[in-house]
C-alpha cells in the first residue's frame, strides 16, 4: 500500500532559523512528488513537482530536494509569512483508472517573528 | 473568476437536509477531483472525473453523489448525513487525470453537520 509519512508534526522557528521539512514515502512507480502549502481555511496551493531522485527545484526560499526514499523541503532564512501547513503527496503509477495522489498528514510551520 | 472556485465556502446542515456543493474550474482542464480533509487527517480522494465521466469511486458512501454536467463543473450531492461528515471539502482539476500532472485546488468548503 502506498504511504506518505510527514515529520515533524509540527515545527516552531524563529524569523531566519532555516530547517527542512521531511517526507518519506512507499510507493509502487514513483510517478511524482508534489509538495503543497496550506493556509487556514484555505485550500492547497501548488509548490513544486519532482519526478526522480536527484532533482531538485527552488522558489524563493524554499528549496525540494528528492531521493529514493524522501524528499525534504528546505526552508532558508524563513520570514512569519511563511507560516502554513506543508503537505507532501505521492503519484504512484496504477493499473488502470487515474493515478491519484496520496497525501501525508503535513508538518504546520510557525515562524516567529 | 480564476483558479478553481467553490461554494458555498461554509455550509451546516442537519442530518435530514439535502444540500449540494459547486465547483468551477476556470484553467480549461479536463480532469476534476473531490477530496476530504478532516483534523488530523491526510486528505483523502472521493471521486475523480475525466472529460464528465467517474473515473474512480473511492469507495466513498453512497450519501454522497457526484455530478459532472461539463468539464468546468462538479457537483457534490449531499444527503443524510452524518456528524462524523463533517470537513473541508475540497475540489481540484488537472490537465489530465494521468500521471506528472500538478492538481490545483479550489478553497474549499467548510460542511458542519448537526
Not at chain 1, 15 to 44: A, H, I, M
Not at chain 1, 88 to 105: D, H, I, P, R
Amino acid at each position: 500500500e502506498d504511504q506518505v509519512t510527514q515529520s515533524p508534526e509540527a515545527l516552531r522557528l524563529q524569523e531566519g532559523e532555516s530547517s527542512s521539512l521531511n517526507c518519506s514515502y512507499t510507493v509502487s512507480g514513483l510517478r511524482g512528488l508534489f509538495w503543497y502549502r496550506q493556509d487556514p481555511g484555505k485550500g492547497p496551493e501548488f509548490l513544486f513537482t519532482l519526478y526522480s531522485a536527484g532533482e531538485e527545484k527552488e522558489k524563493e526560499r524554499l528549496k525540494a530536494t528528492l531521493t529514493k526514499k524522501e524528499s525534504f523541503l528546505h526552508i532558508t532564512a524563513p520570514k512569519p509569512e511563511d507560516s502554513a501547513t506543508y503537505l507532501c503527496a505521492v503519484q504512484a503509477g496504477t493499473q488502470g483508472g487515474s493515478e491519484k495522489l496520496v497525501f501525508g498528514k503535513g508538518t504546520k510551520l510557525t515562524v516567529n517573528p | 473568476e480564476t483558479g478553481v472556485t467553490q461554494t458555498p465556502r461554509h455550509l451546516v446542515m442537519g442530518m435530514t437536509n439535502k444540500k449540494s456543493l459547486k465547483c468551477e474550474q476556470h484553467l480549461g482542464h479536463n480532469a476534476m477531483y473531490w477530496y476530504k480533509q478532516s483534523a488530523k487527517k491526510p486528505l483523502e480522494l472521493m471521486f475523480v472525473y475525466s472529460l464528465e465521466e467517474r473515473v474512480e469511486n473511492n469507495s466513498v458512501p453512497s450519501r454522497f453523489s457526484p455530478e459532472c454536467p461539463n468539464s468546468s463543473h462538479l457537483f457534490l450531492h449531499l444527503h443524510t448525513l452524518q456528524p462524523e461528515d463533517s470537513a473541508l471539502y475540497l475540489c481540484a482539476s488537472s490537465p489530465t487525470p494521468g500521471p506528472y500532472n500538478e492538481q490545483f485546488f479550489g478553497p474549499g468548503t467548510r460542511l458542519t453537520v448537526l
